[in-house]
């Protein structure tokens, strides 16, 4: 069994920064790529940013230059520090992994967790 957790989701005002944490527990042998999905009222969730064993990452548009995304590999967790934050990115915030345990390779999601960006 393993579980996504997600946190650090909160309030904030447009331009302020929120830093948002995924941590992969139980049998985790390996974590591949790991990613960060958002899904506003109404609209289908979609990538926010990716981040593979090697740390090649890979972004939304919108988030460009905004965004970064991260990983510890020792703690099994990943990061997507957000900044410059607008409106437009409140939504839920769901991590993704490709995680390899004792009984196979599978894709988790977590439960995510909320961004409001509103003044």
């Known amino acids: 069994q393993v579980l996504l957790v997600e946190s650090g989701g909160g309030l904030v005002q447009p331009g302020g920064s929120l830093r948002l944490s995924c941590a992969a527990s139980?049998?985790?042998?390996?974590?591949?790529?790991m990613a960060w999905y958002s899904q506003a009222p109404g609209k289908e969730r979609e990538l926010v940013a990716g981040?593979?064993?090697?740390?090649?990452?890979n972004y939304a548009d919108s988030v460009k230059g905004r965004f970064t995304i991260s990983r510890d590999d020792a703690k099994n967790t990943c990061y997507l520090q957000m900044n410059s934050l607008k409106p437009e990115d409140t939504a839920v915030y769901y991590c993704?992994?490709?995680?390899?345990?004792?009984?196979?390779?599978?894709?988790?999601w977590g439960r995510g967790t909320q961004v409001t960006v509103s003044s």
């Open positions: 981040i593979t064993s090697g740390g090649t990452t």
């Open positions: 139980g049998s985790v042998l390996n974590i591949n790529y």
């Open positions: 993704n992994a490709e995680v390899e345990s004792y009984i196979g390779e599978y894709n988790y």
